[in-house]
């Protein structure tokens, strides 16, 4: 049996030729969907802060550069004046959204109202982990994945 390369298209770069995908690994395994969308622009190595907090600090360059631009002016304003702007986040290995805030707090943009329970309790995420966010234009939301997780210490 021959095997085709799939075509992936970048609907949140409509402007982006469509590469070419395998959709199965060496093993010939399925590649999760999460995985074929590899442009993370946003990524955070979470701390003990993130964890131990009810919210996210945001990396401030990634913010400004790939989700902001996105936003409405009115939006962006708001963020930027420290207004809690609400955002669905949808996270994109459970399927399910989620309400929080995003906004800005001196240097930092910070995702609120909700993380705790909503990502680090649900997913039980730990210090360590690197996640990813990005901007859904079509439906207006942030977009969630754990990226990886650090190796689970082998017991002898």
Known sequence: MV????LFFDFLN???PPQTVNIRD???APVRFR??????????VL???????S????????VEDFILPKL?????????RGVQFPIRVRDLDSMTEHPLCLWENGSSYVLTSGWSASFVRRRALQV???VGFCWDERLRMLRFTVLSRPPIPRQE
């Open 26 to 28: 060496d093993n010939n």
């Open 72 to 80: 409405l002016l009115d939006e962006q304003n708001a963020i930027n």
């Open 47 to 53: 701390t003990a802060r993130d964890i131990n907090y």
């Open 3 to 6: 095997r085709r390369p799939t």
């Open 35 to 44: 995985d074929l969308m590899r442009q993370w622009p946003v990524k955070k």
């Open 14 to 16: 409509p402007e982006a």
């Open 55 to 62: 919210q996210v600090v945001m990396p401030r360059d990634q």
């Open 128 to 130: 360590g982990e690197e």
